[in-house]
């Protein structure tokens, strides 16, 4: 059974950091592209940054230098390093992982930006 499992969100002022982390099972995780992605209250989801099997990295324009999404392949885990938050950046963040003919998605994190 294909787990993706969120964690490290939660709430933080703005200016601060969070690093989220995407914790895959059941698939050989090495061999898939992998995304992060958000989704506000009210707004369509975004892709926020996507790194491919071969360490290839993307992001939306609006988190370029401020967030870095990585993958540690030995461990089976994407993580998705956030600085610099701004209150635009809540949102609850789903990872992905896609492979040829499939893409599997966990649950979400929570992402709170406020003071």
């Known amino acids: 059974q294909v787990q993706l499992v969120e964690s490290g969100g939660g709430l933080v002022q703005p200016g601060g950091s969070l690093r989220l982390s995407c914790a895959a099972s059941?698939?050989?995780?090495?061999?898939?592209?992998m995304g992060w992605y958000r989704q506000a209250a009210g707004k369509q989801g975004e892709l926020v940054a996507k790194?491919?099997?071969?360490?290839?990295?993307n992001y939306a324009d609006s988190v370029k230098g401020r967030f870095t999404i990585s993958r540690d392949n030995a461990k089976n885990t994407g993580y998705l390093q956030m600085n610099n938050l701004k209150p635009e950046d809540t949102a609850v963040y789903y990872c992905?992982?896609?492979?040829?003919?499939?893409?599997?998605w966990g649950k979400g994190t929570r992402v709170t930006v406020s003071s």
């Open positions: 992905n992982v896609t492979g040829t003919f499939i893409t599997y």
């Open positions: 059941g698939i050989i995780f090495s061999r898939y592209n």
């Open positions: 790194i491919t099997s071969g360490g290839n990295t």
